[in-house]
């Protein structure tokens, strides 16, 4: 088995390899990979094309990034000669043109399938370089006429995923679940996530149902927004599309773990401060509210954070010691573990049993339904959807709000370790100019008072 495949069409012989990056590896910390260096990866794949296969073209499919003429893709193709073409992911970056380095286009055409991207690459006779043109990005909307071959491919398609894997569910490709009387945004489909969760797992535990403290979904798993109208299965799958479970079948599965009351508020804390600079940690979900104020220290942003009773109404403050249950999808719970590089170990979230004791292994605390089967994210947001007539959005400030203040109060208390140590080093500043200031002072008294001793002698 070769590390690339060769596709031959009209004469036209393309090769064609992958790579990972070093960001998209720490994004799934439990994927049990070894990354080998990427610029390595590429050199000894390249060489390997060019010695065995004769290629016309070498192209890499990357999930490393760039942005903003610079990141890991911008890197490989400084570093490694031979690649023609470069097609970028990870970051979701839409480029408008190619980014060209060291006679490599990098192209990406954004997240969520929004364009579908086009380039023609040609190659001289005489030196053999490679160059672009017509590079182009087609928005996937209304404006582009269906391909009848496309379109009955693809209700074979899903008339395969009805019978092979939603029909298991009771459910089908183009049900309609319910209609949306608007468009959500982002924020509002997290809450409406969330809300599912918490009522998947109620109705699936049923008596023995623990109540769920906050039911969390991040933004790097939403993949898109419930749009107005009818809300079909495929939709809701959209949304939640992402990995597959222990068991295999698609889909991340819930999984319920506990965190300590401090735990809960430095959860907050990824959201108001991580986010800036990790747009995928920004968090949305429900059976908590937080409020923070954006202009105070980094990781010291949460003012006030609170938990539902689970009947809408504020219960009150987290314990520090208390344990609270946290639903999430699989991949959400295991990158808590990363919260702590990620924030340069300032902030520590440990996951636990319902006993207390930290969690190593996520697939053991995997949420089943009433058949035993893994309760999937999607299946848990489509079964909720399917019981609502309609549904509404939920303003995004009832769960989280940025409360904007300079007021030195408000940018001081509640102070937390990350402001008291800057606080402290502030001060202990202030004392050793003011010692010094003192120093000066007193050195000159002591000089005039010794000229004046020496004027009247």
């Given at each position: 088995?070769?590390?690339?495949?060769?596709?031959?069409?009209?004469?036209?012989?393309?090769?064609?390899?992958?790579?990972?990056g070093?960001?998209?590896?720490?994004?799934?910390?439990?994927?049990?990979?070894?990354?080998?260096?990427?610029?390595?990866?590429?050199?000894?794949?390249?060489?390997?094309?060019?010695?065995?296969?004769?290629?016309?073209?070498?192209?890499?499919?990357?999930?490393?990034?760039?942005?903003?003429?610079?990141?890991?893709?911008?890197?490989?193709?400084?570093?490694?000669?031979?690649?023609?073409?470069?097609?970028?992911?990870?970051?979701?970056?839409?480029?408008?043109?190619?980014?060209?380095?060291?006679?490599?286009?990098?192209?990406?055409?954004?997240?969520?399938?929004?364009?579908?991207?086009?380039?023609?690459?040609?190659?001289?006779?005489?030196?053999?370089?490679?160059?672009?043109?017509?590079?182009?990005?087609?928005?996937?909307?209304?404006?582009?006429?269906?391909?009848?071959?496309?379109?009955?491919?693809?209700?074979?398609?899903?008339?395969?995923?009805?019978?092979?894997?939603?029909?298991?569910?009771?459910?089908?490709?183009?049900?309609?679940?319910?209609?949306?009387?608007?468009?959500?945004?982002?924020?509002?489909?997290?809450?409406?996530?969330?809300?599912?969760?918490?009522?998947?797992?109620?109705?699936?535990?049923?008596?023995?149902?623990?109540?769920?403290?906050?039911?969390?979904?991040?933004?790097?798993?939403?993949?898109?927004?419930?749009?107005?109208?009818?809300?079909?299965?495929?939709?809701?799958?959209?949304?939640?599309?992402?990995?597959?479970?222990?068991?295999?079948?698609?889909?991340?599965?819930?999984?319920?773990?506990?965190?300590?009351?401090?735990?809960?508020?430095?959860?907050?804390?990824?959201?108001?401060?991580?986010?800036?600079?990790?747009?995928?940690?920004?968090?949305?979900?429900?059976?908590?509210?937080?409020?923070?104020?954006?202009?105070?220290?980094?990781?010291?942003k949460?003012?006030?954070?609170?938990?539902?009773?689970?009947?809408?109404?504020?219960?009150g403050?987290?314990?520090?010691?208390?344990?609270?249950?946290?639903?999430?999808?699989?991949?959400?719970?295991?990158?808590?573990?990363?919260?702590?590089?990620?924030?340069f170990?300032l902030?520590?979230?440990?996951?636990?049993?319902?006993?207390?004791?930290?969690?190593?292994?996520?697939?053991?605390?995997?949420?089943?339904?009433?058949?035993?089967?893994?309760?999937?994210?999607?299946q848990?947001?489509?079964?909720?959807?399917?019981?609502?007539?309609t549904?509404?959005?939920?303003?995004?400030?009832?769960?989280?709000?940025?409360?904007?203040?300079?007021?030195?109060?408000?940018?001081?208390?509640?102070?937390?370790?990350?402001?008291?140590?800057?606080?402290?080093?502030?001060?202990?500043?202030?004392?050793?100019?003011?010692l010094?200031?003192?120093?000066?002072?007193?050195?000159?008294?002591?000089?005039?008072?010794y000229?004046?001793?020496?004027?009247?002698?």
């Amino acid at each position: 088995m070769t590390p690339y495949t060769v596709v031959e069409t009209d004469g036209v012989r393309v090769a064609v390899f992958g790579v990972m990056g070093v960001d998209s590896d720490e994004c799934a910390p439990m994927s049990g990979m070894t990354l080998e260096p990427m610029v390595d990866a590429a050199r000894r794949v390249v060489a390997e094309i060019k010695a065995k296969e004769a290629p016309d073209f070498i192209l890499c499919l990357s999930h490393s990034g760039t942005e903003n003429g610079k990141g890991e893709d911008y890197e490989l193709a400084k570093a490694v000669d031979g690649i023609d073409l470069i097609v970028s992911g990870h970051t979701h970056t839409t480029l408008a043109e190619p980014i060209v380095v060291n006679n490599t286009p990098i192209v990406s055409c954004g997240p969520y399938t929004q364009n579908l991207g086009s380039i023609t690459l040609t190659k001289l006779v005489t030196d053999g370089q490679s160059a672009y043109q017509d590079y182009k990005l087609i928005p996937i909307d209304g404006s582009i006429t269906p391909d009848p071959d496309m379109t009955t491919l693809a209700e074979q398609f899903k008339q395969k995923v009805d019978s092979s894997y939603l029909s298991d569910y009771n459910m089908s490709y183009d049900g309609v679940l319910t209609s949306a009387e608007s468009d959500f945004t982002i924020p509002e489909t997290g809450i409406l996530i969330g809300e599912a969760y918490i009522e998947a797992v109620r109705e699936v535990e049923g008596a023995d149902y623990d109540p769920i403290a906050f039911a969390v979904a991040p933004g790097g798993v939403i993949r898109g927004a419930i749009a107005a109208g009818n809300v079909t299965t495929s939709q809701a799958f959209d949304i939640l599309s992402l990995g597959s479970g222990a068991d295999g079948s698609p889909g991340y599965p819930l999984v319920s773990v506990y965190l300590t009351g401090k735990d809960m508020k430095n959860v907050f804390e990824v959201d108001a401060s991580i986010s800036a600079v990790m747009p995928a940690a920004t968090l949305y979900g429900a059976g908590s509210w937080w409020h923070y104020n954006p202009n105070r220290m980094f990781l010291d942003k949460v003012t006030e954070c609170q938990v539902f009773d689970g009947y809408g109404a504020t219960a009150g403050p987290f314990a520090d010691k208390k344990l609270y249950r946290v639903v999430a999808d699989l991949y959400s719970g295991q990158m808590l573990a990363a919260v702590k590089e990620k924030s340069f170990g300032l902030l520590s979230i440990t996951p636990r049993d319902k006993d207390g004791n930290p969690i190593t292994d996520f697939e053991q605390h995997i949420i089943h339904d009433s058949w035993g089967r893994e309760l999937k994210a999607w299946q848990a947001l489509a079964t909720y959807l399917g019981k609502q007539e309609t549904i509404r959005p939920t303003p995004a400030e009832t769960v989280k709000r940025a409360i904007h203040s300079w007021n030195p109060i408000s940018l001081l208390i509640p102070m937390g370790a990350p402001t008291a140590v800057v606080v402290i080093l502030l001060a202990l500043v202030v004392l050793v100019v003011v010692l010094i200031i003192r120093k000066v002072v007193r050195k000159r008294r002591g000089r005039s008072r010794y000229q004046a001793y020496k004027g009247k002698k």
